[in-house]
């Protein structure tokens, strides 16, 4: 997500601050660069002018020129342009009572409307709803069934019937909704062109019929300027309360999401960041201003910790750490949460200073996969007291996991000086830490164990060159 984005920024960052002092041109210079980044990420052309014109303003009144530390000052000022861009923050949704609130998703055709209505129940039913999601696309084929299956998968109820008329379906499912105590009503309608007037006609009739609370743009991030036309003429339509982009975590060039609010008013309520249904987060323009200047998402980082771990279980796993107990046990539980949480590389990409370096770090999710097994192979009490594995044990560990006995060496010696480590820190060094994870969540023993991982990867690949030369010598 805005992987060359953030590469061309930071690289226009770095020109300026080789430089002890900038003059007006430098700044022209920069703004010239960043200008031309925008546009390769498909940023709407009239957005890029505004943007870079406010920049150049806001930097030009901070006195950049006089900064002994330019490209720092430059960088919290396209930081905060970008919030202004893509704000503000509009993450609520405005439920009636009595109920049901109605949500409308409309949008193109193959932007994910469907998934997203279940990913947008299961939000609501996290969020202590009651939602139905209604299968009103009449159009695509087996998008019902789609729907039907993705309910079943959320134990949300989905309400279809076997009809082509899509405003009379809309009708009885709020009917429905109402008589059997749903508060949130969710309908799917079909995607649809924005050039086709039937089309737009029929989701124009859903909304008078039904008189939707909410109606939200469903927008594909991939498909930059198109999505930006096409809220546009959405929002004629049906005046659009909010935006959901979608595909985020794709190859998406950002320009949907720096656009879209501009040319349109409306906000951007959600980001879909993946295919799972629980992939779906509220937007806040900081942050993603942060992860577009390699800065990195901290809060969501910490959200996404804090719903792995509740406070009981973080207190129980700190006390562990203080006494020196943890094992690896506790460390396999770890290794689910990272999982849960999008994966080690999701999490490394929201940490400050990280995100940027990930191409040189030979870092996947591989080695958590890799690890799990070799714990796994281990007996209970070895995995309670890892300093009983001696040699006859870490071959037979090694056997089960399909690894060699010097990567179980590896990977206990890592963990049994990261856990004294962390005994050493307990007490009150590692105050930082604990609030970043709720004491759960140690990224010490993490980024440690996945350094061992990646040396058991390493020393497969110096074995597979070994062969091959040897094979080439005998030749």
Known sequence: MFDALTEKLNSVFRSLSGRGRITEANIGDAMH?????????????????????????????????????????????????????????????????????????????????????????????ANGKRPLLV???????????????????????????????????AKNAVRFAKDNGFDCVVLDTAGRLHVDQEMMAE????????????????????????????AKEFNERLELDGIILTKLDGDARGGAALSVKAVTGKPIKFIGVGEKLDKLEEFHPDRMAGRILGMGDVV?????????????????????????????????KQMQAVKKMGGMKDMLKMMPGVGSQLD????????????EAIVHSMTKKERQDPELIDSSRRRRIAAGAGAQPQDVAGLVKTFLRSRDMLKAM???????????????????????????GRKIKQRSR??????????????
């Open 33 to 125: 660069d960043v200008r031309k980044a925008l546009l390769e990420a498909d940023v709407n052309y009239q957005v890029v002018k505004q943007f870079c014109k406010d920049v150049t303003t806001a930097a030009l009144g901070a006195e950049v020129i006089k900064s002994l530390h330019p490209g720092q000052v430059m960088v919290k000022i396209v930081h905060d342009e970008l919030t202004k861009l893509m704000g503000p923050v509009d993450t609520k949704i405005y439920f009636v009572s009595p109920g049901p609130t109605i949500i409308l998703l409309a949008g193109l055709q193959g932007c994910g409307k469907t998934t997203t209505a279940a990913k947008l129940g299961l939000y609501l039913l």
């Open 135 to 169: 299968a009103d696309d009449l159009q695509r084929p087996a998008a019902i069934e789609q729907l039907k299956i993705l309910g079943q998968q959320t134990n949300i109820p989905v309400h279809s019937e076997k009809s082509k008329d899509a405003v009379q379906v």
């Open 203 to 230: 989701i124009s009739n859903i909304a008078k019929a039904v008189n939707p609370h909410q109606i939200y743009l469903v927008c594909d991030a991939m498909t930059g300027q198109d999505a930006v036309n096409s």
């Open 300 to 332: 969501t980082l910490v959200e996404k910790a804090q719903e792995q771990f509740d406070a009981e279980e973080a207190q129980k796993m700190q006390t562990k750490m203080a006494k020196g107990s943890f094992d690896f046990d506790d460390f396999l």
């Open 360 to 371: 040189e770090i030979d870092l996947d999710d591989k080695s958590i996969n890799r690890m």
């Open 426 to 452: 307990s007490g009150g060094k590692l105050g930082g830490l604990k609030a970043l994870f709720s004491g759960g969540l140690n990224m010490e023993t993490l980024s440690s164990a996945m350094s061992s």
């Open 462 to 475: 110096r074995k597979q060159i070994i062969k091959r030369r040897g094979k080439i010598i005998r030749r």
